[in-house]
C-alpha cells in the first residue's frame, strides 16, 4: 500500500474521536474517499478503539468492590481512626449558615445524625482546637480565640451548644468563610481551660 | 455530564446519604481502576478509592459545575494516587517493591468473579491479546486510552485531568493507538 503523506496521521485520531474542527472533519472525509492507505488506517484505529474498550470492560467485570460503602461509612463514622495529618482548612465544611439554623430548631439528636454524619472527619481536628480554646461556662454567643492549628490566626466563632456536641460558626479575618465544625462534648475538659 | 450527575451532585450537597451511595455504586470501580493503573497495587488502589470518596463527601460543596464531576473526580483521584505513592516509596522502597512482586495476591477488600466458561472460551483470544498488548504501552498512553476509550472523555476532559494541551492529548494519544496496534502485529506473529 502507497505511503501518504496528504495528512498527517495525528488527525486521523482525532477524526476517530470526532475532536476535529467542522472544517478539517471534512477536509478529512474528502481524503479519505481518495485514499486507500488512510481508510484502512482509520479502521483499524476503529477497531483499536472498541477492543480497548472491550479490554477494560473485562476488566470491569472481573472484579467487585463488595465492601466500599461499608468501609467509607464506617471511615466517615469513626472519627477516632483519623490519623493523617490535618490542616485547618484542609478539615472544615464550609456550611451555609441558613441551613444551620434551620436545623437548629429541630430535635437534638436527629441533628446530631445528620450533622455529624456530615461531617465527621472534622472532629478530631475540632478536638485538637477545643484544647486551646476556651469555653466558658455562660456558653457566649461569640468569642475571640486563637488556635493552635494556626498560630495567630485570630477566628470568630458563633458557638451553638446541643446535648451531644457542640457546633460553631467560624470565620476568619482574611478567609472570609463561614464554617462549621462539630466535636463531642468533653465533660471532663470543661473547666480546665486552654492547656 | 452523565445521567443523573447533577441531580445526584445537587442531592448531595444537601447531605443526601442515599445519593451519595449512589455514586459511589456508579463510580467506585472506574475510580479504582484508574488508581490502580497508577499504584499497580490493589490494597493501594483500594485505599485510594477510599480516599477519594471522601474527598468527594467533604469538598463537593466546593464543586464548580462548570467542569464535569467525573473530570473533578478523576483528577482527585490521580492525586490522590500519586500521592500514596510518594508516601510508599518514601516509607520504604524496598517494601514497596515486595508489594509490587505480590500483586497478584488479592486483598480480601476485593473479589474477583469468574466468568462462565462459554464466555472464556469466547472471549478469551482477544482478553489476552490484548492484556499482553496493553501491558506493553507505557503508564501515560495506557491512562490516555483508559480516559478515551472506557471513560469516554473528550479531548478537553483529558487536557484538563492531566493538565496538558489538546494538541498534546491528540498526539499521546495517537501514539498510544499506534504502539498498541504494534504490539498486537507482534503478538500475532
Ligand atoms: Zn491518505
Known sequence: MKKCDFIETEKLTAYVDGELNDKDMQEVANHLKECETCRVLVEELEELSSNTLFHYEQIEHSFELPNLIKDLNEKLKNTENITEEHTLYDNIIEFPKEKIKKEETKANDNIFGKIYRFAPAIVSLAAILLISIIISNNKPNTTTVNTQAKAGDSVTIDSLEYSKFNAMIYKTKDKNKTVIWLFKENNDNDDDGPI | ?189
Open chain 2, 1 to 189: 455530564m452523565r445521567r443523573n450527575e447533577k441531580g445526584l451532585v445537587a442531592k448531595i450537597k444537601v447531605g443526601d446519604n442515599k445519593a451519595f451511595e449512589e455514586l459511589v455504586q456508579t463510580y467506585q470501580k472506574r475510580i479504582y481502576m484508574i488508581a490502580y493503573g497508577i499504584l499497580k497495587n490493589e490494597s493501594d488502589a483500594y485505599d485510594a478509592t477510599q480516599d477519594v470518596f471522601l474527598k468527594v463527601f467533604k469538598y463537593i460543596k466546593n464543586f464548580k459545575e462548570n467542569s464535569s464531576l467525573y473530570t473533578w473526580m478523576y483528577k482527585i483521584t490521580r492525586n490522590v494516587s500519586i500521592d500514596i505513592y510518594r508516601k510508599k516509596r518514601n516509607l520504604s522502597s524496598v517494601e514497596y517493591g515486595e508489594q509490587y512482586k505480590n500483586e497478584s495476591i488479592y486483598t480480601d477488600s476485593v473479589h474477583h468473579k469468574v466468568a462462565s466458561p462459554i464466555e472464556q472460551v469466547q472471549k478469551r483470544e482477544l482478553s489476552v491479546k490484548m492484556a499482553k498488548a496493553m501491558n506493553k504501552l507505557s503508564d501515560d498512553h495506557k491512562l490516555m486510552l483508559q480516559l478515551r476509550e472506557f471513560e469516554d472523555m473528550s479531548y478537553a476532559d483529558i487536557a484538563e485531568i492531566l493538565d496538558i494541551s489538546k494538541g498534546t492529548v491528540m498526539s499521546r494519544l495517537h501514539h498510544a493507538r499506534m504502539n498498541l496496534k504494534k504490539y498486537l502485529k507482534e503478538y500475532d506473529n
